[in-house]
């Protein structure tokens, strides 16, 4: 079983930057995208970015033009770069992999990391 870490979390004040890395365990299936999710407390988890086969990119509005996807060449390390960061974005975030299917609600889960904790402050 394929396992994910997080890192890279932490606090920071509004407008600033941080980067996650997520780390797998062994490869991943090569037919399966890789993504970023968050759940602020109260709120559903909610899926922030996202990176498919072919390196076909997708982004939650609320995050467009301030988070950046990328993988190593491997394609075993995930990250998740964040720059002007708002207390909004406040929540724990969770590398996932899984199949591709219509949607970002639906796409890359079932392999999950535990999540790592990422604190604006205004």
């Known amino acids: 079983q394929v396992q994910l870490t997080e890192s890279g979390g932490g606090s920071v004040e509004a407008g600033g930057s941080l980067r996650l890395s997520c780390r797998a365990s062994?490869?991943?299936?090569?037919?399966?995208?890789m993504g970023w999710f968050r759940q602020a407390p109260g709120k559903e988890r909610e899926a922030v970015a996202q990176?498919?086969?072919?390196?076909?990119?997708l982004y939650a509005d609320s995050v467009k033009g301030r988070f950046t996807i990328s993988q190593d060449s491997t394609k075993d390390t995930l990250f998740l770069q964040m720059n002007s960061l708002t207390p909004e974005d406040t929540a724990v975030y969770y590398c996932a992999a899984g199949p591709e299917r219509r949607g970002m609600g639906d796409s890359c889960q079932g392999i999950w990391g535990q999540g790592t904790q990422v604190t604006v402050s205004s």
């Open positions: 062994a490869h991943i299936w090569s037919s399966y995208c």
């Open positions: 990176i498919y086969t072919g390196d076909a990119r």
